[in-house]
């Protein structure tokens, strides 16, 4: 049978504009805020808190899927609970476990090779525009939370050491704008441009999160997490409202006799 272009899969998660990588940005450095406010504001420990943040996460994906439709507030709030999730989970993995920043780094970094490698051999293709059925969204969510894992545990690594928060979170931000400059003037896998730049908002918000919270004699502001982590929520709400979203979407050839 021959082929032409049907109609346009549309897909439950935003296009990739300039507007989504800045929520993306201030979303992990929610999640930074966040996770350290019960881990470590309240006390509540890293594996007691990772308890607590896995429930909303499992449910806010489990919405997500069934979702007939995009929805930006439910999309953004699944991203915030695993960003937040991933800060614990990693600072469990990193500090309970006593595997240390590298091991926990490379662990996951590994985890996340995998949960794409898998994803591209069971869909074909692991590009954020195709992510249209209830497999691909739930491989795109694995993927996530464990990229955002990854992140908090390789930005705390760098700014542990000589960089400190405000290097790190320089470094980062380099990397990101040399990510922008091949996807604006190279061909340069998209698809790859895209994880990668996914992966390293991560560390980025985990350095300014960090930045912010941490007490004076350590680098940090010491502004008060429970309040950083309001005004972080207020600020992407905000966005959320005024920044257009819409979901990506992309051609599919079909079939027709």
Request: glycine share 10%; no cysteine; aromatic share 10%.
């Amino acid at each position: 049978m021959d082929q032409k272009l049907g109609e346009a899969v549309i897909s439950k998660v935003p296009a990739v504009t300039l507007g989504f990588w800045i929520i993306k940005i201030l979303a992990t450095t929610l999640g930074e805020t966040g996770g350290d406010t019960l881990s470590m504001t309240y006390d509540l420990g890293y594996l007691a808190s990772s308890a607590i943040f896995l429930l909303p996460l499992i449910l806010l994906v489990w919405a997500q899927v069934v979702a007939r439709r995009f929805h930006p507030a439910l999309y953004w709030a699944t991203i915030i609970a695993s960003t937040t999730a991933g800060t614990t989970f990693a600072d469990f993995a990193t500090r309970s476990l006593g595997i240390g920043y590298p091991g926990g780094s490379l662990l996951l970094f590994a985890l996340v090779l995998s949960s794409l490698a898998i994803w591209h051999r069971t869909t074909g293709t692991i590009s954020v525009d195709r992510v249209a059925s209830a497999q691909s969204e739930r491989f795109y969510w694995a993927t996530i939370t464990l990229s955002q894992t990854l992140g908090t545990a390789l930005g705390d690594w760098v700014a542990d050491g000589t960089l400190g928060y405000l290097g790190a979170a320089a470094l980062f931000g380099s990397a990101l704008a040399g990510l922008a400059l091949l996807y604006r003037y190279t061909a340069v896998s998209r698809v790859g441009l895209f994880w990668a730049a996914f992966i390293l908002t991560r560390p980025l918000g985990a350095t300014v999160g960090d930045f912010l919270d941490k007490p004076l004699d350590k680098g940090g502001l010491d502004f008060s997490r429970p309040l950083a982590s309001l005004t972080l929520g207020v600020a992407i709400i905000l966005l959320i409202a005024l920044v257009p979203q819409r979901p990506a979407i992309k051609p599919q050839p079909v079939s027709a006799d």
